[in-house]
């Protein structure tokens, strides 16, 4: 049942603070009657057309009101119609059929009418959103498995017969978290859903909206958390969508150099119009609020920080300083932050920002941008760049993977291997990754171990984690078959017992931020191409990752560490996993001369193209940590 639209939400709507519009406007089922509000301020006339009065303009007349939201109530409607506002701008020349900004669900694409809907759910997640804070914290291990719906599996059943084998996968493999690339209605199927129309909407192409809240529910009681991306940073220029909304430019600029997006052909929101702040701080809470998500991964964030972005000179407006900040979208960001967390203490907010811009996530009120996490970029690029280097030619190189030790404090990250990094002809992990096959497999789990011994939270796009021969495509499912071969199946073998580690092992995951948690051992050795560093927590066993960048063994390789029995808890070079076989240490006891600022050293046998992750099992006597060493 709808409320009113009362003095009250009209003052937050203008004022650009209404976190809940999607429970005034849109179409809203009373009783025998259907309930329509809509936000067109410059219309001379807005009515409901439909397939239940022959898609007519003058049968549903709506009646307009000093907020610029035109309302009517009409009997005769029902749950499951379609409909659109037929919207006459003030000179009455423009004419045009608008979907739904604020509708529940919507037609499948092609068609783009909005459907008259009421879901609901009898939702069974109860402990797992009274506990969930816990698993969503900065200490907490977040894997998250990043996941296109249309792709992963061709599945008849949709949402909820996805959910079920995606839930089990989860499980299976370990991942804490998926994170589903937007399900938000879209037009354009190859968008993959970042050319959002439906921003209350979910794609009519796997189910109807109570099959998400299904989705969610199957996942969470399965102890899996649920990130939905989200698209405020543009929307398509479709004619049924918001551009050009009423006759005027509602929704985005005016001018095409702040309103139109160069890289997307698509129209950029105009964040200084408080309407529509409050349009999209809604839709963020909405998808938080009744379809239990457990937070959102913002996406494009970086287009919306600066007004110069993938603009040349001349193409873009400086701020009242000359600046290239766009003020307006730092402000909603602050707001949309603050106003999540302060309603959703236990959810997490993530940005793709791709830029060095200060302070992603510290506090909104201490000037930060107010999320939870920051997608590290730079890691990204950096890994991959260096692993794709023949390993003769890595001690050139060297440098790219260690850099990022320098800032990896800045931030709350997420260490990404997204869909980003694997199509439009960029290959899969796997393709990256040069060598005969072997080895290509061999650093594929090179590159992996590092992404899951490193600080930051991980993030790999599906298919990565059996290795995927070819870059993902979606209009296929993922090459399931191929974890009939041995290789792939072990790649799938050494996920699974990352994600095992990773979850045992507090010291992989409790001080991501804090400089104490990591500390480089060998650095600088850039003729071998190895690296060792010391993951450490009070409280946990220090955790010694060894990784050996080259096809060549290396015996009697030698390193400081604390004293005592190490215990080794994987060999990415193991049969098992695919690997050559070749044997490293397994209780190597460190008790050699002073190195590396430790009071004793270790030897270790190191395997080709391999990472070695060792626990201190047996201390032998107190020795310092010291990350200043």
């Not at 037929?86 to 059929?97: K, L, M």
């Not at 002809?425 to 080895?439: D, V």
């Amino acid at each position: 049942m709808s409320r009113a639209f009362d003095a009250a939400d009209a003052w937050h709507f203008a004022a650009g603070t209404h976190t809940r519009l999607w429970e005034v406007m849109g179409a809203h089922p009373d009783e025998d009657s259907v309930i329509f509000r809509v936000w067109a301020p410059n219309a001379s006339s807005v009515s409901v057309i439909s397939d239940r009065n022959g898609w007519d303009p003058d049968v549903h007349l709506l009646d307009g009101d000093p907020t610029g939201v035109w309302h009517g109530t009409f009997e005769g409607f029902e749950v499951g119609d379609q409909y659109k506002y037929w919207i006459t701008s003030a000179d009455g020349v423009h004419r045009v059929a608008k979907a739904d900004p604020y509708g529940r669900a919507a037609q499948l694409a092609p068609e783009t009418a909005s459907i008259i809907a009421a879901p609901e759910h009898e939702w069974g997640d109860r402990e797992w959103m009274a506990g969930r804070g816990v698993r969503n914290r900065y200490d907490a291990p977040i894997s998250t498995y990043e996941v296109h719906l249309g792709s992963w599996r061709f599945e008849p059943g949709g949402y909820t017969a996805v959910a079920r084998q995606l839930a089990d996968y989860c499980v299976d493999v370990g991942f804490t978290h998926v994170e589903l690339l937007p399900i938000m209605e879209h037009p354009f199927y190859g968008s993959w859903g970042y050319q959002t129309t439906g921003y209350f909407a979910p794609t009519a192409r796997y189910g109807r909206p109570e099959d998400v809240m299904e989705l969610v529910d199957i996942l969470h009681r399965a102890g899996v958390g649920v990130i939905l991306d989200w698209v405020p940073s543009h929307f398509p220029t479709d004619e049924a969508s918001l551009g050009y909304f009423d006759g005027t430019h509602l929704y985005e600029h005016a001018d095409p150099r702040q309103g139109f997006h160069p890289d997307w052909k698509s129209f950029v929101f105009n964040y200084g119009r408080p309407e529509v702040r409050s349009f999209l701080l809604s839709s963020a809470h909405f998808w938080l609020d009744r379809f239990h998500a457990d937070g959102l991964r913002v996406d494009a964030v970086a287009s919306m920080l600066y007004l110069d972005y993938s603009r040349a000179d001349g193409e873009w407006i400086a701020n009242e300083h000359g600046g290239n900040e766009n003020l307006e979208a730092v402000a909603f960001l602050q707001e949309l932050n603050s106003s999540i967390y302060a309603t959703f203490p236990d959810a997490m907010m993530v940005a793709e920002e791709s830029t060095a811009w200060p302070g992603v996530t510290n506090p909104a009120d201490t000037g930060g941008l107010g999320f939870g996490f920051k997608w590290d970029m730079g890691w990204m690029h950096d890994t991959l760049e260096y692993l794709s280097n023949d390993p003769i030619h890595r001690r050139w190189h060297h440098d790219r993977i260690t850099f990022r030790s320098v800032y990896q404090s800045a931030e709350n990250y997420v260490l990404p291997l997204s869909h980003d990094e694997v199509v439009h002809g960029k290959g899969s992990l796997l393709r990256k990754m040069p060598g005969e096959r072997w080895q290509r497999f061999a650093n594929l789990r090179l590159l992996l171990g590092y992404q899951w011994t490193v600080p930051g939270k991980k993030l790999l796009f599906m298919g990565g984690e059996f290795g995927a021969p070819d870059e993902w495509n979606h209009e296929a499912e993922l090459p399931w078959a191929v974890l009939g071969e041995h290789e792939h199946a072990g790649v799938q073998g050494w996920v699974r017992r990352l994600n095992e580690l990773y979850v045992e092992l507090g010291a992989l995951h409790r001080v991501d931020r804090d400089p104490s948690g990591f500390r480089w051992i060998v650095g600088d050795d850039r003729e071998q191409s190895v690296l060792a560093y010391l993951r450490s927590a009070d409280g946990d066993d220090p955790v010694l990752v060894v990784m050996n960048n080259t096809p060549e063994s290396r015996h009697g390789y030698g390193l400081g560490a604390p004293a005592g029995t190490w215990q080794l808890l994987a060999n990415s070079d193991d049969e098992g996993y695919g690997g050559s076989g070749t044997s490293a240490p397994v209780r190597p006891v460190c008790d050699g001369e002073a190195a590396h600022g430790f009071d004793a050293s270790i030897t270790l046998d190191l395997p080709p193209l391999a990472i070695l992750i060792y626990r201190l099992a047996e201390a032998a006597v107190a020795d310092t940590i010291d990350a200043t060493d």
